[in-house]
């Protein structure tokens, strides 16, 4: 079974197990994702560092998961609102980022939304918008479509969007190279372009060692097709690719 289906699977058995609690709690759905996730032996929904919130951060998948995927808000609507009271929120911020209203009031809508919109919660609207893309539920168009919206409405966080935006290119091309889509070096450069110019965020495309690092360890792509596309040449000798992780790209960056 590929990593995507095991994460899926880890969410609704999380899912199960959380609508069954006698008391649901947001600190319970944490453990549970997290205890899902390692009895599937599969790494969170990720870029290349995990950060120590990683698994509250997956109450996004599951969120999404729970109200896309199952539908099951209406009838265990109590322990949804009580558990993803934040995931309904950014939610509610997509929908308005995608509505098509003025930007003037995609910024009024959102600020009264999340009064105080910190770097923290930029990175999780967006992360959401990337969740839902990752899951198969909207296409990648809305991911690009929730990026410049937002930093049309709110060019004060250009850089939390610069940042965030590596990411989202990253997991896009791994997911490529993990599909098959990508197969050499060329394929990888050209797609880079092609989805970098799309995002159309300035200096936001994402080095080689960063979108490697999210193949290998959370697409599963194995090091010789890595190799194969990332392949570098001294003199006349080639050097198998090794990946090394940034320290300023992506989600390394999304600190909420």
Known sequence: MNPKRRRV???VDALGRLILSE?????EAIDLVRQELEREKVEPFRGASKPEDIYEKELISLYIVASRGLGIGEEYGDTINRVFEKEEMYDKVIKVLL???STEEVRETVKSLIPELSDSEVARILRYALTLHYLNFEPWEKVVAVIKRFLEAFPEH???????SKFV?????AEEIAKGKIRSKVDKEIRKQVLS????????????????????EVFEVPQKVLNKIFKQQRGRK???YK???????GESSDKG
């Open 158 to 164: 250009e850089d939390t969007v610069r940042r965030f």
């Open 9 to 11: 699977k880890a969410y």
């Open 243 to 249: 990946s090394k992780e940034p320290s300023t790209e």
């Open 99 to 101: 509505s098509g209203v």
């Open 169 to 173: 290119i990253a997991v896009e091309l």
């Open 238 to 240: 080639r050097r198998a």
């Open 197 to 216: 110019l799309e995002v159309g965020v300035q200096k936001s495309t994402p080095s080689d060692e960063y979108i490697a690092k999210i193949a290998r």
């Open 23 to 27: 008391a649901p709690s947001r600190e």
